[in-house]
């Protein structure tokens, strides 16, 4: 299997961060093997600065996503 890289190109936002601050969940665009720029969403480990699982979409499946959010409006999550 080759080597892995990736390159955070734009943090886009922290959507929640656990009580000791070890670990966060992100929203950054991220370019995997020098490939064009993803839209990922995924936990980190700030202390060791490893990612951990997540999931990274291409701009097809943002707008996908956004559109499926948008519908929700007004649902109750709570």
Sequence with gaps: MG???YNIDQALG?????????YTTEVNMI???DKR???DIRRWNKKDGK???????SWEETQK???????LTGADFR
């Design 3 to 5: 080597a892995f890289s």
């Design 14 to 22: 922290i959507l929640s961060q656990s009580e000791d601050g070890k």
């Design 31 to 33: 370019s995997y093997n």
């Design 37 to 39: 720029p993803k839209l």
């Design 51 to 57: 990612m951990l699982k997540g999931v990274a979409l």
């Design 65 to 71: 996503l956004v559109e499926i959010l948008q519908e």
